[in-house]
């Protein structure tokens, strides 16, 4: 039996076990995929169990993504550029390489005609926390001229700035209070957790008039994926503004830590319908 699962602290809300459960059963694989809630001070314990009972490899979600790098042997590109890890797996011989695949969920969630002509573009990001710096190596990546962080507090973002600035020095990396006039953005990303079911559920993180004088060919990506459709999403579907929900990158990156996992292709569309059922 392949083992797999999800650690961090809570997941109980998290689809993953569901996600990657259903791509099991849908390739004939004998696997499982667990959550598994861990505690402050308990990420040693576990990963030295997960290793000691043969699992093949474990998600990581907040507060580990971090943490979880000092335990790793190796790590890709993409961890080392996003300063996190999502993803590892676990050699035969125990030794652990790490993996940043939200940066490639992110991406390829961008539909492909806007993906292949990003290039001197101008982006804009609501917020500046860890999912804020993956979306940027993402956008870096795609070669895109500017990129601005619409942030709360320059000092607390200002080491993000910096860091996106030495990995991409081609791309002009600014930091921004106030936003008055959104048109020259190809892109607008929410990195917040505002439009979240819940107390942030019927909160907006930029305004709806600025939406509404936002070029019509641009596109407006939320990572929230529940509500599947947020305010932000559904306030730039009445204006006419092309629009990308969390739950394509939530299963993006799925796809890639399963071929992590077990080296099979997991269906895309086969996971997103095993999430919308328990949205």
Request: charge should be positive.
């Amino acid at each position: 039996m392949i083992k797999t699962a999800l650690i961090g602290h809570p997941v109980a809300h998290s689809l993953s076990g569901v996600i990657h459960n259903a791509a099991f059963k849908s390739l004939g694989i004998d696997g499982k995929y667990e959550v598994i809630d861990v505690p402050s001070g308990k990420l040693p314990n576990v990963i030295d169990k997960l290793i000691k009972e043969g699992y093949s490899g474990f998600n990581v979600t907040i507060p580990y993504k971090v943490d979880v790098k000092n335990f790793l042997s190796m790590s890709d590109m993409f961890a080392d550029y996003a300063g996190c890890t999502n993803c590892v797996k676990i050699k035969p011989n125990g030794v652990l390489y790490g993996y940043n695949t939200d940066i490639y969920g992110f991406s390829h969630a961008i539909p492909e005609d806007i993906r292949n002509n990003l290039k001197g573009t101008k982006i804009l990001i609501l917020g500046n926390g860890g999912a804020a710096r993956a979306v940027a190596v993402g956008l870096g990546m795609l070669e895109v001229s500017q990129i601005d962080f619409r942030v709360r507090d320059f000092d607390k973002a200002q080491p993000l700035c910096n860091s996106i600035s030495s990995i991409f020095p081609n791309t002009s990396i600014n930091l921004i209070k106030i936003i008055d006039n959104i048109s020259q953005y190809s892109i607008i990303v929410n990195t917040t957790p505002l439009g979240t079911v819940g107390e942030n559920q019927n909160k907006i993180p930029i305004a709806s008039s600025l939406l509404a004088n936002a070029d019509k060919s641009a596109l407006v990506y939320d990572l929230v994926y529940n509500p599947v459709e947020t305010v932000l999403i559904k306030t730039a579907k009445s204006y006419g503004l092309k629009t990308v929900g969390g739950l394509d990158m939530l299963i993006g990156q799925a796809v890639k830590g399963f071929k992590i996992f077990t080296g099979k292709d997991a269906d895309f569309d086969l996971m997103k319908n095993a999430a919308l059922k328990y949205l």
